[in-house]
T-cell receptor, first 113, second 113 residues
Framework: AQSVTQLDSQVPVFEEAPVELRCNYS??????LFWYVQYPNQGLQLLLK??????LVKGINGFEAEFNKSQTSFHLRKPSVHISDTAEYFC???????????FGAGTILRVKS | EPEVTQTPSHQVTQMGQEVILRCVPI?????FYWYRQILGQKVEFLVS????????KSEIFDDQFSVERPDGSNFTLKIRSTKLEDSAMYFC???????????FGNGTRLTVT
């Protein structure tokens, strides 16, 4: 079974500052990794995914994440955030040959002006 | 514009009543899922559905729950006799193949009183 830990429940940051949202996972098998974003009163939108290949993956809205197998991490980063990035971000994992997503508890990113 | 349309956006029902949540995937994908998010908690997997059959279900998905795709288009989640603890946001998701990234709808907020 897999599990996902998002170490920060809330991250406040000023506009145009860099941000990192942390995600660690545990699994006994190879996994796929995802970040989803949920804006207020909306559904879950896929931000980026790691399936294989380069460990640095780029997603929408200027976000990127790096898969670190030895540290079992998949931290999300953005070099300069905007007010519009205020949302809740979910890290998720699935088995490489499975179709069930296991989500972390989410991190609320609050961007202040 | 979501790739999955869910109706209704909000449903209020009394304890013990049956509810049907609907999902209309816009494209012709074969893999469908229901997830739920109780307020303040993680997004949890409920069930996956492929080729008109349940392919996997969680412990949450007990006999009170059922899914079907009656007309080859709408994908429904039925809760036979709702309980207070069924109050949650229910998300439908679709996938192109077995372990492709999932695309979620905007969710149905179910409130059981």
């Amino acid at each position: 079974a897999q599990s996902v830990t998002q170490l920060d429940s809330q991250v406040p940051v000023f506009e145009e500052a860099p941000v990192e949202l942390r995600c660690n996972y545990s699994s006994s098998v190879s996994v796929y990794l995802f970040w989803y974003v949920q804006y207020p009163n909306q559904g879950l939108q896929l931000l980026l995914k790691y399936l294989s290949g380069s460990t640095l993956v780029k997603g929408i809205n200027g976000f990127e994440a790096e898969f670190n197998k030895s540290q079992t991490s998949f931290h999300l980063r953005k070099p300069s955030v905007h007010i519009s990035d205020t949302a809740e971000y979910f890290c998720a994992v699935s088995e490489e040959y499975g179709n069930k997503l296991v989500f972390g508890a989410g991190t609320i990113l609050r961007v202040k002006s | 514009e979501p790739e999955v349309t869910q109706t209704p956006s909000h449903q209020v029902t009394q304890m013990g009543q049956e509810v049907i949540l609907r999902c209309v995937p816009i494209s012709n994908h074969l893999y469908f899922y229901w997830y739920r998010q109780i307020l303040g908690q993680k997004v949890e997997f409920l069930v996956s559905f492929y080729n008109n059959e349940i392919s996997e279900k969680s412990e949450i998905f007990d006999d009170q729950f059922s899914v079907e795709r009656p007309d080859g288009s709408n994908f429904t989640l039925k809760i036979r006799s709702t309980k207070l603890e069924d109050s949650a946001m229910y998300f439908c998701a679709r996938g192109k193949s077995y372990n492709s990234p999932l695309h979620f709808g905007n969710g149905t907020r179910l409130t059981v009183t």
